[in-house]
């Protein structure tokens, strides 16, 4: 009885922690499969997640967001909050914003997570229109 309840148990908290998206994680760029940063994703205490570059991979052409249009404009890129004020809706992260501090735009975003990776989505209008990208979670 004692190992049905130990393993019901375990099985609970591995699936609280399965869904769960903060820490750090390897950005692969969609285009090109390099890997370009390291993005640390926290939870806030109004409840939301966010993330920030916490190191840069690939030394950007410019190490400032020049075409950012908010807050971020011409600020550094390392250290920049690149998603911000994603919801948990079940087993999925919505609601946010991402943006891409190569362009400067901002995008509606939507993470899920599958084992140690997650899989970013930034789309206009509807989730059809966008594009993915796999993260890998660092060790």
């Given at each position: 009885?004692?190992?049905?309840?130990?393993?019901?148990?375990?099985?609970?908290?591995?699936?609280?922690?399965?869904?769960?998206?903060?820490?750090?994680?390897?950005?692969?760029?969609?285009?090109?499969?390099?890997?370009?940063?390291?993005?640390?994703?926290?939870?806030?205490?109004?409840?939301?997640?966010?993330?920030?570059?916490?190191?840069?991979?690939?030394?950007?052409?410019?190490?400032?967001?020049?075409?950012?249009?908010?807050?971020?404009?011409?600020?550094?890129?390392l250290g920049m909050e690149v998603v911000r004020?994603?919801?948990?809706d079940g087993s999925e992260f919505t609601g946010g914003t991402i943006t891409?501090?190569?362009?400067?735009?901002?995008?509606?975003?939507?993470?899920?997570?599958?084992?140690?990776?997650?899989?970013?989505?930034?789309?206009?209008?509807?989730?059809?229109?966008?594009?993915?990208?796999?993260?890998?979670?660092?060790?």
């Amino acid at each position: 009885m004692k190992k049905i309840i130990f393993a019901f148990v375990a099985m609970f908290f591995a699936t609280l922690s399965y869904a769960q998206i903060e820490g750090k994680w390897k950005t692969i760029d969609d285009e090109t499969g390099q890997e370009k940063s390291i993005v640390e994703i926290f939870k806030k205490s109004d409840g939301k997640y966010y993330g920030k570059v916490t190191q840069l991979l690939i030394k950007p052409a410019n190490p400032n967001c020049v075409d950012c249009k908010d807050d971020r404009k011409n600020k550094p890129i390392l250290g920049m909050e690149v998603v911000r004020g994603l919801s948990k809706d079940g087993s999925e992260f919505t609601g946010g914003t991402i943006t891409d501090p190569k362009t400067g735009k901002t995008y509606k975003c939507t993470i899920t997570r599958s084992g140690d990776k997650l899989n970013v989505r930034g789309y206009i209008g509807f989730s059809l229109i966008g594009r993915s990208q796999t993260w890998h979670k660092v060790k």
